[in-house]
């Protein structure tokens, strides 16, 4: 999911990942193919269970337009 977040009156991008299968390994997160930064809350890799997630907390200044997660089960890219 893609909303945003304030935090210390300032609105950021809050990206969160979230596993839909048993097990899952997010090896990577990249925000509008490497243009944007952003800080995983958790640290990488992590590995996820199903129904768990993670949260990426994107640039202020960023426009969220795709973000690319890099699994041990495969690639996935979402765009908004």
Known sequence: T???QT???YMYPSINVKAISDT???NKVIINRGN???TIMSG???LLKFGESISV???GDCDVK???VLTD???WSVTF
């Open 2 to 4: 893609y909303e945003y």
């Open 7 to 9: 935090t210390f009156g």
């Open 24 to 26: 899952v390994t997010i």
């Open 36 to 38: 944007c930064g952003g």
């Open 44 to 46: 990488l890799p992590k």
């Open 57 to 59: 907390i994107a640039n």
């Open 66 to 68: 795709q973000v690319d």
């Open 73 to 75: 089960d495969g690639d």
